[in-house]
């Protein structure tokens, strides 16, 4: 990294190619303008070096001992380039550059050409989304897949004539202008206490964030959590109504997680207090996290296992050249580590599968497993994951979208319900 705190006065212009460009004046400012636009990722990492051009930015992306990035924000932009790379246009805020002046657009068939111009290092550069473009350089060097930039649109937000007075002022209120989110309230009001309590101690608790400014030393945020507890609860969900709505609308999630916690109060009897589907979940949480772990290693193993053989790594990627491999991937919640990563979406409809072995009475207060999970899942990995190739080769359905897919979230859960009729547990 360029050392960032050395002005410049020379002009140093930039040409990128972008979708379409828009720009108007800022109301009360004189002559001052912001302009918008898109630009590829690609395109980003070849013509828009940014790595002198941070001192206005007050945030550092947080980087571990091997200089490789690290935190809850910066595994949710990873995982969108890698496994979602149409969606980040819709994700991410984008890149918000001061500018000394915002040149000419020529307008393309395919987009335009926009030139702007930096000078001053202390008053030009990136003063927000920082984590953004350290994450698609990072992407560009050291992926596995590469070419997912190709698909990737990043917005740009330019602004010219900012008063160099208010430089300052401007980074730290972009850089604080991401609202309070909904599990951040929810851990103020202490409605994860049950939650921390289960984990605490157990491999893998140091690993959950519980509210915004904790994810830069976690791995998972607590929403993932959650969303692995609810798919266990038989109340909302049963052999036709599998939970995948829970993968995209986390608000919702969050309210249904919300009133299944809260007890009802019997009229008749005050002072009876009944279990909640919540109070049923929570002690089998670890259980839970650590089945998805047991799924993603016995993954690669059960497409070795196919006729014909699947080949992950490849069969994932873009390229038939090129293959998916990410090597020492953690499994926290085992305590061990892989040589493969697993789509998100896959996992989640293979470990929505097991609440068919979960035999549920909640005026009883029963929440117990049908059969071992340990003695389960070799008897039923290699049918989930057929499902889920047969759902690729047969659909082309990217990893994400098939944890959106009411269909195959039945498929595996009945392949589990005919495991355990075979068993005489159902």
Known sequence: MANTSVSRRVPVQFQVHVDDFRSHRIPGLANAKVGSCFIRGDELVKHLDLDEWLAVNPRVPVRNAKEVLTGHVIRGIRDTLSDAPTDFALKNQGLYLLVESIGDYDRQRDGGRLRFSMSDTLSHGLCNGGHTYAAIREHAERSENPSTLEEVWVRLHLFEGIDPEKVAAMAEGLNRSRQVDDPSLMNLERKFEQIQKALEGKSGYKEIAYKQGDDSKCNYYITE???????????????????????????????????????????????????????????????????????????????????????????????????????????????????????????????????????????????????????????????????????????KSKPDEMARNQAVYDRCYKEIELELLRSGLR
């Not at 009229?267 to 949480?285: C, M």
């Not at 070799?378 to 989930?384: A, Q, S, T």
Request: proline share 6%; charged share 25%.
């Open 225 to 395: 959590v959650i969303r692995a507890i609810m798919f266990f609860n038989c109340e909302r969900f049963d052999s036709r109504k599998h939970p995948s709505t829970l993968y995209r609308q986390q608000k919702q999630m969050l309210e249904w997680f919300k009133d299944d916690a809260n007890p009802v109060k019997d009229v008749a009897n005050p002072e009876k207090k009944s279990p909640t589907p919540i109070d049923l979940i929570v002690p089998h949480t670890h259980e839970i996290l650590t089945l998805m772990d047991m799924i993603a290693q016995a993954t690669p193993a059960a497409c070795k296992r196919m006729k014909p053989q699947f080949e992950l790594g490849r069969a994932l990627s873009d390229r038939k050249d090129k293959r998916i491999a990410q090597k020492d991937t953690p499994l926290f919640f085992l305590g061990t580590k892989m040589d493969h990563k697993i789509p998100m979406g896959w996992l989640l409809v293979m470990l929505a599968a097991f609440r068919a072995n979960v035999d549920w009475d909640l005026a009883t207060g029963k929440f117990a497993w049908k059969t071992l999970l340990v003695e389960l899942l070799p008897k039923v990995i290699d049918g989930l994951v057929a499902i889920c190739v047969q759902e690729y080769r047969d659909n």
